[in-house]
Protein backbone atom coordinates (compact mmCIF):
# COMPACT_ATOMS: atom_id res chain seq x y z
CA UNK A 1 0.00 0.00 0.00
CA UNK A 2 1.15 3.76 -0.15
CA UNK A 3 1.33 5.54 2.85
CA UNK A 4 3.11 8.85 4.00
CA UNK A 5 5.62 7.92 6.77
CA UNK A 6 8.09 9.84 8.74
CA UNK A 7 11.45 8.14 10.03
CA UNK A 8 12.79 11.15 12.59
CA UNK A 9 10.93 14.13 14.27
CA UNK A 10 10.63 17.29 12.69
CA UNK A 11 8.59 19.51 10.33
CA UNK A 12 7.17 18.86 7.38
CA UNK A 13 10.15 18.13 5.11
CA UNK A 14 10.30 14.59 7.26
CA UNK A 15 7.03 13.38 5.57
CA UNK A 16 7.71 10.93 2.74
CA UNK A 17 5.64 8.81 0.66
CA UNK A 18 6.40 5.40 0.73
CA UNK A 19 5.38 1.68 -0.27
CA UNK A 20 4.63 -0.43 2.88
CA UNK A 21 2.94 -3.68 3.67
CA UNK A 22 -0.73 -3.77 3.79
CA UNK A 23 -1.51 -3.73 7.49
CA UNK A 24 -3.19 -6.97 8.72
CA UNK A 25 -6.10 -5.82 11.29
CA UNK A 26 -5.85 -7.75 14.54
CA UNK A 27 -9.30 -9.00 16.46
CA UNK A 28 -11.73 -6.31 16.63
CA UNK A 29 -10.24 -4.53 13.63
CA UNK A 30 -11.26 -4.36 10.00
CA UNK A 31 -9.48 -3.27 6.97
CA UNK A 32 -10.38 0.08 5.20
CA UNK A 33 -9.62 0.63 1.87
CA UNK A 34 -9.44 4.61 2.29
CA UNK A 35 -10.75 7.27 0.16
CA UNK A 36 -9.54 10.07 2.19
CA UNK A 37 -7.62 10.84 5.43
CA UNK A 38 -8.24 13.38 7.63
CA UNK A 39 -5.31 16.21 8.75
CA UNK A 40 -5.37 17.75 12.35
CA UNK A 41 -3.11 20.00 13.85
CA UNK A 42 -2.08 17.08 16.20
CA UNK A 43 -0.31 15.18 13.51
CA UNK A 44 1.85 18.65 13.06
CA UNK A 45 2.51 17.74 16.37
CA UNK A 46 2.96 14.03 16.52
CA UNK A 47 5.39 14.61 13.49
CA UNK A 48 7.24 17.22 15.83
CA UNK A 49 7.35 14.34 18.54
CA UNK A 50 5.32 16.77 20.39
CA UNK A 51 2.08 14.39 20.92
CA UNK A 52 1.91 11.22 22.00
CA UNK A 53 5.05 10.10 20.75
CA UNK A 54 5.32 6.87 18.65
CA UNK A 55 6.75 3.53 20.26
CA UNK A 56 8.66 3.73 17.54
CA UNK A 57 10.13 5.36 13.97
CA UNK A 58 9.21 5.08 11.02
CA UNK A 59 5.56 5.66 11.73
CA UNK A 60 2.15 6.78 9.85
CA UNK A 61 0.82 9.12 11.15
CA UNK A 62 -3.24 10.18 10.19
CA UNK A 63 -5.83 9.48 13.14
CA UNK A 64 -8.94 9.57 10.42
CA UNK A 65 -10.04 7.62 7.51
CA UNK A 66 -13.39 7.82 5.43
CA UNK A 67 -13.22 4.42 3.31
CA UNK A 68 -14.38 1.19 2.06
CA UNK A 69 -15.08 -2.08 3.94
CA UNK A 70 -14.09 -5.57 2.30
CA UNK A 71 -18.20 -5.85 2.35
CA UNK A 72 -18.61 -2.74 0.55
CA UNK A 73 -19.86 -0.09 3.33
CA UNK A 74 -18.37 3.49 3.61
CA UNK A 75 -17.45 3.97 6.45
CA UNK A 76 -15.81 6.72 8.88
CA UNK A 77 -13.24 5.28 11.21
CA UNK A 78 -10.69 6.70 14.01
CA UNK A 79 -7.40 5.23 14.63
CA UNK A 80 -4.36 6.00 16.52
CA UNK A 81 -2.25 6.39 13.81
CA UNK A 82 -1.79 4.60 10.22
CA UNK A 83 -4.18 6.71 8.65
CA UNK A 84 -2.43 8.24 6.09
CA UNK A 85 -2.36 5.62 4.00
CA UNK A 86 -4.55 3.58 1.29
CA UNK A 87 -5.05 0.74 3.51
CA UNK A 88 -6.00 1.00 7.55
CA UNK A 89 -6.28 -1.62 10.14
CA UNK A 90 -9.85 -0.06 12.30
CA UNK A 91 -11.44 -1.01 15.11
CA UNK A 92 -15.01 -1.68 14.60
CA UNK A 93 -15.62 0.67 17.76
CA UNK A 94 -14.47 3.33 16.02
CA UNK A 95 -16.16 2.84 13.03
CA UNK A 96 -19.72 4.87 12.02
CA UNK A 97 -21.43 4.32 8.48
CA UNK A 98 -21.47 7.50 6.40
CA UNK A 99 -24.66 8.32 5.64
CA UNK A 100 -25.41 9.25 1.79
CA UNK A 101 -25.19 12.51 0.69
CA UNK A 102 -21.99 13.31 3.09
CA UNK A 103 -18.75 14.01 1.43
CA UNK A 104 -15.53 12.06 3.04
CA UNK A 105 -14.07 15.58 3.79
CA UNK A 106 -17.26 16.39 5.52
CA UNK A 107 -17.39 12.97 7.35
CA UNK A 108 -13.64 13.28 8.15
CA UNK A 109 -14.47 16.92 9.80
CA UNK A 110 -16.68 15.43 12.00
CA UNK A 111 -14.68 12.87 13.81
CA UNK A 112 -11.64 14.51 15.49
CA UNK A 113 -12.65 18.02 15.41
CA UNK A 114 -16.48 17.20 15.28
CA UNK A 115 -16.12 15.43 18.23
CA UNK A 116 -13.86 18.10 20.06
CA UNK A 117 -16.65 20.98 19.41
CA UNK A 118 -19.45 18.93 20.49
CA UNK A 119 -17.70 17.73 23.94
CA UNK A 120 -16.06 21.84 24.29
CA UNK A 121 -19.76 23.21 24.11
CA UNK A 122 -21.27 20.22 25.85
CA UNK A 123 -19.38 18.04 28.02
CA UNK A 124 -16.79 20.99 29.19
CA UNK A 125 -18.31 24.04 28.67
CA UNK A 126 -22.10 23.01 29.17
CA UNK A 127 -23.57 26.21 27.13
CA UNK A 128 -26.37 27.15 28.38
CA UNK A 129 -29.66 28.93 26.64
CA UNK A 130 -28.91 32.61 25.97
CA UNK A 131 -25.26 32.28 27.03
CA UNK A 132 -22.46 34.54 24.99
CA UNK A 133 -19.69 31.80 23.40
CA UNK A 134 -16.27 33.39 22.12
CA UNK A 135 -14.65 30.58 19.74
CA UNK A 136 -10.79 31.20 19.07
CA UNK A 137 -10.27 30.42 15.50
CA UNK A 138 -13.47 29.86 14.29
CA UNK A 139 -12.67 29.47 10.59
CA UNK A 140 -10.61 26.40 11.51
CA UNK A 141 -11.35 22.92 12.05
CA UNK A 142 -12.80 22.56 15.15
CA UNK A 143 -13.89 26.47 15.66
CA UNK A 144 -16.00 26.10 12.13
CA UNK A 145 -18.29 23.38 14.35
CA UNK A 146 -18.00 25.00 17.33
CA UNK A 147 -19.57 28.25 15.78
CA UNK A 148 -22.18 25.93 13.91
CA UNK A 149 -23.11 23.75 17.03
CA UNK A 150 -22.88 26.91 19.93
CA UNK A 151 -25.80 28.01 17.63
CA UNK A 152 -27.95 25.30 17.28
CA UNK A 153 -27.26 24.87 21.39
CA UNK A 154 -29.20 27.85 21.78
CA UNK A 155 -26.38 30.34 22.80
CA UNK A 156 -27.56 34.25 22.60
CA UNK A 157 -24.27 35.22 21.09
CA UNK A 158 -21.52 34.00 19.14
CA UNK A 159 -18.20 35.53 18.65
CA UNK A 160 -15.44 34.16 16.65
CA UNK A 161 -12.40 35.82 16.33
CA UNK A 162 -9.90 34.93 13.52
CA UNK A 163 -6.91 36.32 11.85
CA UNK A 164 -8.16 37.42 8.22
CA UNK A 165 -11.04 39.29 6.98
CA UNK A 166 -11.57 36.01 5.16
CA UNK A 167 -11.49 34.12 7.82
CA UNK A 168 -13.76 36.53 9.90
CA UNK A 169 -16.41 36.91 6.86
CA UNK A 170 -16.52 32.80 7.11
CA UNK A 171 -17.30 32.50 10.91
CA UNK A 172 -20.08 35.14 10.55
CA UNK A 173 -21.25 33.00 7.59
CA UNK A 174 -21.83 30.02 9.71
CA UNK A 175 -23.77 32.23 12.40
CA UNK A 176 -21.51 33.58 14.85
CA UNK A 177 -22.99 37.08 15.44
CA UNK A 178 -19.54 39.06 15.75
CA UNK A 179 -16.14 38.74 14.04
CA UNK A 180 -13.09 40.32 15.47
CA UNK A 181 -9.65 39.84 15.27
CA UNK A 182 -8.44 36.95 17.32
CA UNK A 183 -4.57 38.57 18.26
CA UNK A 184 -3.43 38.58 21.42
CA UNK A 185 -2.89 42.84 21.78
CA UNK A 186 -5.76 44.32 22.29
CA UNK A 187 -8.33 40.54 22.29
CA UNK A 188 -9.78 41.61 25.46
CA UNK A 189 -10.94 44.95 24.59
CA UNK A 190 -12.39 43.61 21.14
CA UNK A 191 -14.22 40.93 22.96
CA UNK A 192 -15.86 43.22 25.39
CA UNK A 193 -16.71 45.33 22.33
CA UNK A 194 -18.49 42.66 20.35
CA UNK A 195 -20.73 41.96 23.65
CA UNK A 196 -21.76 45.42 24.53
CA UNK A 197 -19.37 45.96 27.20
CA UNK A 198 -20.39 42.79 28.91
CA UNK A 199 -17.56 40.25 30.30
CA UNK A 200 -18.57 36.77 28.13
CA UNK A 201 -19.66 33.15 29.44
CA UNK A 202 -17.75 30.54 27.59
CA UNK A 203 -14.44 31.26 25.48
CA UNK A 204 -13.12 28.06 23.98
CA UNK A 205 -9.40 28.28 22.99
CA UNK A 206 -6.57 25.91 21.67
CA UNK A 207 -3.99 29.03 20.58
CA UNK A 208 -2.54 29.42 24.22
CA UNK A 209 -0.28 31.48 25.81
CA UNK A 210 -0.94 35.44 26.20
CA UNK A 211 -4.55 35.14 24.53
CA UNK A 212 -5.35 32.38 27.05
CA UNK A 213 -4.49 34.89 29.75
CA UNK A 214 -6.39 37.93 28.04
CA UNK A 215 -9.71 35.15 27.71
CA UNK A 216 -9.45 34.93 31.09
CA UNK A 217 -10.10 38.44 31.71
CA UNK A 218 -13.00 39.07 29.40
CA UNK A 219 -15.38 36.78 31.19
CA UNK A 220 -18.69 37.71 33.21
CA UNK A 221 -18.91 36.33 37.17
CA UNK A 222 -19.11 32.13 36.62
CA UNK A 223 -17.70 32.54 32.72
CA UNK A 224 -15.81 29.35 31.89
CA UNK A 225 -12.60 29.10 29.62
CA UNK A 226 -12.09 25.75 28.52
CA UNK A 227 -8.19 25.25 27.06
CA UNK A 228 -7.23 22.26 24.30
CA UNK A 229 -4.42 23.60 22.23
CA UNK A 230 -1.76 25.95 22.17
CA UNK A 231 -1.57 26.47 18.35
CA UNK A 232 0.46 29.38 18.56
CA UNK A 233 3.07 27.42 20.34
CA UNK A 234 3.84 29.51 23.37
CA UNK A 235 2.37 26.85 25.60
CA UNK A 236 -0.76 27.44 28.49
CA UNK A 237 0.20 30.26 30.62
CA UNK A 238 0.06 29.15 34.31
CA UNK A 239 -2.75 30.73 36.43
CA UNK A 240 -2.81 31.65 40.13
CA UNK A 241 -6.19 29.88 41.20
CA UNK A 242 -6.13 33.19 43.27
CA UNK A 243 -6.81 35.21 40.05
CA UNK A 244 -10.06 32.81 38.91
CA UNK A 245 -11.44 33.47 42.52
CA UNK A 246 -11.50 37.42 42.07
CA UNK A 247 -13.84 37.00 39.57
CA UNK A 248 -15.51 33.40 40.02
CA UNK A 249 -13.59 31.80 36.77
CA UNK A 250 -14.27 28.96 36.09
CA UNK A 251 -10.80 27.55 34.10
CA UNK A 252 -11.16 23.38 32.43
CA UNK A 253 -9.79 21.70 29.60
CA UNK A 254 -10.46 19.26 27.30
CA UNK A 255 -8.46 16.14 25.51
CA UNK A 256 -10.46 14.31 23.23
CA UNK A 257 -8.11 11.37 22.54
CA UNK A 258 -8.61 9.62 26.33
CA UNK A 259 -12.23 10.18 25.85
CA UNK A 260 -11.81 8.31 22.82
CA UNK A 261 -10.11 5.39 24.22
CA UNK A 262 -12.66 5.06 27.43
CA UNK A 263 -15.39 4.67 25.10
CA UNK A 264 -14.56 4.61 21.44
CA UNK A 265 -15.38 7.32 18.59
CA UNK A 266 -18.54 6.12 17.08
CA UNK A 267 -20.89 6.50 19.95
CA UNK A 268 -23.89 8.78 19.97
CA UNK A 269 -21.71 11.97 19.40
CA UNK A 270 -20.59 11.59 16.24
CA UNK A 271 -23.94 9.73 15.22
CA UNK A 272 -25.92 12.91 16.24
CA UNK A 273 -23.22 15.31 13.75
CA UNK A 274 -23.56 12.53 10.91
CA UNK A 275 -27.20 13.07 11.20
CA UNK A 276 -27.10 17.21 11.27
CA UNK A 277 -24.49 17.27 8.43
CA UNK A 278 -26.47 14.36 6.48
CA UNK A 279 -29.81 16.75 6.73
CA UNK A 280 -27.52 20.39 6.19
CA UNK A 281 -28.25 21.04 9.74
CA UNK A 282 -24.57 21.69 10.21
CA UNK A 283 -22.23 22.40 7.33
CA UNK A 284 -18.65 21.24 7.71
CA UNK A 285 -16.27 22.83 5.31
CA UNK A 286 -13.67 21.40 3.34
CA UNK A 287 -11.07 24.04 3.51
CA UNK A 288 -8.55 21.85 1.00
CA UNK A 289 -8.09 18.67 -0.89
CA UNK A 290 -4.72 17.38 -1.48
CA UNK A 291 -3.47 14.04 -2.70
CA UNK A 292 -1.77 11.40 -0.34
CA UNK A 293 1.26 12.33 -1.88
CA UNK A 294 1.10 15.71 -1.26
CA UNK A 295 0.86 15.12 2.70
CA UNK A 296 4.12 17.89 3.71
CA UNK A 297 2.28 20.29 2.15
CA UNK A 298 -0.86 20.26 3.63
CA UNK A 299 1.23 20.56 7.11
CA UNK A 300 2.83 23.39 5.70
CA UNK A 301 -0.35 25.30 5.10
CA UNK A 302 -1.82 24.36 8.57
CA UNK A 303 0.88 25.83 9.80
CA UNK A 304 1.26 29.23 8.31
CA UNK A 305 -2.75 30.11 8.96
CA UNK A 306 -3.71 29.68 5.02
CA UNK A 307 -6.29 26.87 6.10
CA UNK A 308 -10.24 27.26 6.78
CA UNK A 309 -11.89 24.04 7.68
CA UNK A 310 -11.01 20.58 7.02
CA UNK A 311 -8.04 19.59 5.33
CA UNK A 312 -8.34 16.13 3.67
CA UNK A 313 -5.72 13.50 2.02
CA UNK A 314 -7.40 11.82 -0.83
CA UNK A 315 -5.88 8.64 -1.98
CA UNK A 316 -6.30 8.19 -6.05
CA UNK A 317 -7.59 4.61 -6.60
CA UNK A 318 -4.66 3.65 -8.71
CA UNK A 319 -2.95 3.27 -5.56
CA UNK A 320 -5.65 1.54 -3.36
CA UNK A 321 -4.17 -1.77 -4.80
N1 LIG B 1 -7.77 18.79 22.99
C1 LIG B 1 -8.16 18.05 21.96
O1 LIG B 1 -8.61 16.94 22.10
C2 LIG B 1 -8.06 18.62 20.59
C3 LIG B 1 -8.73 18.02 19.52
C4 LIG B 1 -8.66 18.62 18.25
C5 LIG B 1 -7.90 19.76 18.08
N2 LIG B 1 -7.23 20.28 19.14
C6 LIG B 1 -6.45 21.51 19.00
O2 LIG B 1 -7.31 22.49 18.51
C7 LIG B 1 -6.59 23.39 17.69
C8 LIG B 1 -7.29 23.47 16.36
O3 LIG B 1 -7.09 22.26 15.65
P1 LIG B 1 -7.58 22.15 14.13
O4 LIG B 1 -7.09 20.85 13.64
O5 LIG B 1 -9.04 22.46 14.06
O6 LIG B 1 -6.74 23.32 13.45
P2 LIG B 1 -7.26 24.69 12.84
O7 LIG B 1 -8.04 25.44 13.87
O8 LIG B 1 -7.90 24.43 11.54
O9 LIG B 1 -5.89 25.44 12.58
C9 LIG B 1 -5.23 26.12 13.58
C10 LIG B 1 -5.66 27.60 13.64
O10 LIG B 1 -5.12 28.15 14.83
C11 LIG B 1 -4.87 29.51 14.65
N3 LIG B 1 -3.52 29.86 15.08
C12 LIG B 1 -3.20 30.83 15.95
N4 LIG B 1 -1.91 30.92 16.11
C13 LIG B 1 -1.35 30.00 15.32
C14 LIG B 1 -0.01 29.62 15.06
N5 LIG B 1 1.05 30.25 15.63
N6 LIG B 1 0.23 28.63 14.18
C15 LIG B 1 -0.79 28.00 13.58
N7 LIG B 1 -2.10 28.30 13.82
C16 LIG B 1 -2.37 29.30 14.67
C17 LIG B 1 -5.03 29.80 13.16
O11 LIG B 1 -6.27 30.50 13.00
P3 LIG B 1 -6.21 32.11 12.87
O12 LIG B 1 -5.30 32.37 11.69
O13 LIG B 1 -7.60 32.52 12.64
O14 LIG B 1 -5.64 32.60 14.17
C18 LIG B 1 -5.08 28.44 12.52
O15 LIG B 1 -5.84 28.42 11.34
C19 LIG B 1 -5.15 22.87 17.66
O16 LIG B 1 -4.42 23.53 18.67
C20 LIG B 1 -5.31 21.42 18.01
O17 LIG B 1 -4.14 20.87 18.56
C21 LIG B 1 -7.29 19.74 20.38
Known amino acids: MRAIEFDEFGGPEVLAEVERPDPAPEDGEVLVEVEAAGVNFADILTVAGQYAPPESLPHVPGMEVVGRTGDGRRVLGYLTAGGYASKAAVPVRDLVEVPEGVGAGEAAALLVQGLTAWHLLRSAARVGAGETVVVNAAAGGVGSLAVQLAKRLGAGRVIATAST???????LELGADAAVDGAADGYRERVLDANEGRGVDVVLDAIGGAVLDQ???????????????ASAGTGVPTVDPGRLTMHSTLL??????????????????????????????IRPQVGAE???????????????????????????PRDRD
Open 165 to 171: EDKRALA
Open 215 to 229: ALDALASFGRVITYG
Open 252 to 281: GGLWLAPLLKESGAAGEPLRELLRLAAAGQ
Open 290 to 316: YPLSAAAQAHTDLLARRTTGKLILTVE
